[in-house]
Structures are given as structure tokens and as C-alpha cells.
């Protein structure tokens, strides 16, 4: 008899699985954006959410939520239906976040599920033209030449491009000074301005310095060099391979989304990211597609949030309120 009542909650389960995946979507969907319009995060939010309309045959809506280092809009995301109507696009900072602040009013690693890691992403180190180096080999040695004289932009206490300086540091043994800045414009003018040396920033938005010559690339993250400026090296090439690293950008749910559902949402992003229009502009935005499955995802996401929290500890960042 408990065999016979298992099989029968099996196939209704099943069934309602099927019903749920050919209903769903039946409304529009929300794609939360935890940074301010106009910003990479939002730019490609902006090129997906088109395509995606076209594939669910629903509108996908983008709803920027920016603050507290992406955190408002996480907690939005986490706290909404479970249903796929509200998803959440952002960065590894979403990884960040759990080792860096003291509390957060959710819980990263199980209140979200993960749908795909829509692309990898890079960070160019550029250094002011004032600055006499060429090259990282250059640069480690001027600073090594000047201990505690040269410093570094970030967008914030935190951010990736922090902790990517504070393992340029721990792996160089250099000493040089960081400077937080609110985000990647106001750090992006400091740079032009001298009043930093170098830093390390999202491609997408230094590109256009690079070209213009007014920042000059020193040198990538990642295993590979990129497509939009091939001339400048990795950082493994150039003689730190401990900066070997991709940041992503994400796709995630709240947990406890149906099975069905995430499986449509992680089908619809993966075609989305196919189409020739959004490959061809995803590298000038600094991302190169990846469509990765959600268990894929789920555990590069599991993963980053054990190293990050390593590296802020070894670095002794202060845990933020």
C-alpha cells in the first residue's frame, strides 16, 4: 500500500512538473539589476532582455535596485515568490558579499537558486600615462623601488577589483597603498586625474580610455587574452599566475523555484546568448559566454564563495555593517 501511495505522489508530482513547465511563464518577468542604469551589469541586462521576451513570449522587465554593494536587491530576490517572475542578474560580488559583511537579512548560499553563469568576465590592471612602466614587471619593480608610495584605485572596500589588487599585493609582496573609490566612474576619474596609479577595472568600462590613450593596459585576468585588446597579455603571462581569475555574471532565482521553471529560464538565457547579436557585443562589454548548466553553476558559485571569504580574511579587510 506506501509503495502504491509513493507511485501515485511520484506521477502526480511528475504531471504537475509538466504542467508547471508548459504554463510557465504566463505573466511578465522581473530581471532585478542590483546596480545603477548605465553600468556594464545594466548595459547587458538591457541587450539580453529583448531576446529573452522573444524566446519566454512574455516581457522581461529590467528593475535596477543598486546599493549596498548589491545586496539590496539580493534580498529583494530572495524574499519574492519562488515562481520565476523575479530573477536576479549580477556579478561574483554576489559571492563577495557573505565574507565581507558582519550580517546580511539573507543567506547567499541557500536562499538562491542558481540558473546559469551567463558569461566570465575580466579585469584589465591600467595604469596612469604619468606612470613611467610599460608593463606589470615594470610596475612590481617601481613599486618595489618605492614601498608605500604608489597607490591603487577600487571601486569599494570589497569589490573585486579590491581584492584582485590585494592579491596583486600578497603575490608580488609589493607595498603599495589602496584607495576606495563609489563605484567604477568616480575610480575611472581618479585615474585620469593621477590621483591613483593603477588599478584593476571591468574591461567594458576602460576600453575606451585604453584606446584613447589615456590609460594604458598593463595586463588581463583569466587563462586567456581577450578578444578586444589581444595585444595585452595575461596576467600569468606577464609573471603573476596567481591572478589567473574570471568573475562571472549570473543568473539566479529565489530558492525553492519549481525544477520546470528553472530548467525554461535556464534554456531561455542559454538562447539568448547564442544569437549573433548579443556573442558579437558581449566582448566590448568585457564578457565572454558561457551558458553553464544550473548544477554547474550552483557549484562555481559554492566554490567562490570559500575563496573570497579566504582572501578577505588574508588580506584583513574589515567586515562591514
Avoid at 250 to 264: D, Q, S
Amino acid at each position: 500500500m506506501r509503495a502504491r501511495n509513493v507511485f501515485i505522489a511520484t506521477l502526480l508530482a511528475l504531471t504537475c512538473s509538466s504542467a508547471c513547465a508548459q504554463a510557465y511563464p504566463v505573466k511578465p518577468i522581473r530581471m532585478v539589476v542590483p546596480f545603477a542604469a548605465g553600468g556594464v551589469v545594466d548595459a547587458t541586462a538591457r541587450l539580453l532582455t529583448p531576446k529573452m521576451s522573444e524566446v519566454l513570449t512574455q516581457p522581461v522587465i529590467v528593475d535596477n535596485r543598486p546599493g549596498a554593494g548589491g545586496n539590496i536587491a539580493a534580498d529583494f530576490v530572495a524574499k519574492s515568490a519562488p515562481d520565476g517572475y523575479t530573477i536576479l542578474i549580477t556579478t561574483h560580488g554576489h559571492a563577495i558579499s557573505p565574507g565581507l559583511y558582519k550580517k546580511l537579512p539573507f543567506d547567499a548560499a541557500h536562499d538562491f537558486a542558481p540558473i546559469t553563469q551567463i558569461a566570465s568576465s575580466f579585469l584589465v590592471l591600467v595604469s596612469t600615462p604619468g606612470l613611467s612602466v610599460g608593463s606589470v614587471k615594470e610596475l612590481v619593480s617601481l613599486a618595489r623601488a618605492k614601498p608605500g608610495r604608489l597607490n591603487f584605485g577600487s571601486t569599494g572596500l570589497g569589490a573585486p577589483p579590491h581584492l584582485v589588487g590585494e592579491l596583486f599585493k600578497q603575490s608580488t609582496g609589493i607595498d603599495v597603498v589602496h584607495v576606495p573609490y563609489k563605484g567604477d566612474a568616480p575610480m575611472y576619474q581618479a585615474l585620469l586625474a593621477g590621483e591613483v596609479d593603477f588599478a584593476f577595472g571591468p574591461l567594458g568600462n576602460a576600453i575606451g580610455h585604453i584606446r584613447s590613450a589615456k590609460l594604458r593596459a598593463l595586463g588581463m585576468t583569466g587563462s586567456r587574452r581577450s578578444s578586444v585588446i589581444p595585444e595585452v597579455p595575461t596576467m600569468v603571462e606577464a609573471g603573476v599566475p596567481e591572478l589567473e581569475l574570471t568573475g562571472w555574471l549570473g543568473l539566479f532565482a529565489p530558492a525553492g523555484t519549481p525544477r520546470p521553471v528553472i530548467e525554461r529560464l535556464h534554456a531561455a538565457m542559454v538562447n539568448t546568448i547564442s544569437t549573433p547579436e548579443v556573442r558579437e557585443r558581449f566582448p566590448a562589454l568585457g564578457y565572454e559566454p558561457v551558458g553553464s548548466t544550473p548544477e554547474e553553476f550552483s557549484v562555481r558559485f559554492k566554490r567562490d564563495l570559500t575563496v573570497y571569504a579566504r582572501v578577505i580574511q588574508e588580506a584583513r579587510i574589515p567586515l562591514q555593517d
